[in-house]
């Protein structure tokens, strides 16, 4: 019905909000085609749904906690579709997904107690998810207090620390600051998570270790829907860009 991406339907919170998006009722997990469901969760094409279905209803949840939504969100939310390619149906339930995480009474910490174990600890699509919903409160060059509130609930809730969110909010900062024109040495060390007094070695081990958490063909591989590999990509960039610029202040 709407491809690779969403090729598994199932039960719960997210089960519902997807059903709404189709405009249909799911009372338990199917198959698009009709087929029963025979896998477990984590199977790659549920995760790849429950990915879908989460970020863009969560995206609407957080661009409504300071009481309204700017163009500015809403161009953010069409800069990742646009960035997805997805296609007129995908569209379709992409905006009413983000239409229902903006209703009154939008069950948040269901949604993300079901998107967790969909996920299987699978850390590093949980960080993108994030990152997706930090970039969303960002849009507007201005983080407002509800919408710094609801991150800090958002990752607390998918097993993050505090200066695991605050690091990721440092590079959505940063991502926004120097856009295409490359980092600043300062904004690089930033991005890499390391004083400018660390080792080499200690550099060289943070580059590597993000490289790894961003990497497209790895987080496609736990489930990451392929239309957003451009955004993993990028990510990759970024990151590498930083690696080049303190390497090189270095030699």
Known sequence: MLGG?????????????????????????????????????GQQERVQAAFFTATFSVMGHVAKADGSITPDEIAATESIMARMQLNQQQRKAAIQLFNEGKKTGFPLDDILKQFKRECQRRRNLLQMFLEIQIATAMADGVLHRAERHIIFLIGTELGFNHADIEHLFSLGNTHAAHGHTGPSLAQAYEILGVKPEATDAVVKKAYRRLMSQHHPDKLIAKGLPEEMIRIATEKTQQIKAAWEQVRDSRQ
């Open 5 to 41: 991406t969403l090729g598994y339907m199932f039960g719960g919170p997210l089960g519902a909000l997807l059903g709404a998006a189709l405009g249909r009722n799911f009372d338990r997990g199917i198959k698009l085609t009709g087929e029963q469901d025979a896998f477990g969760i």
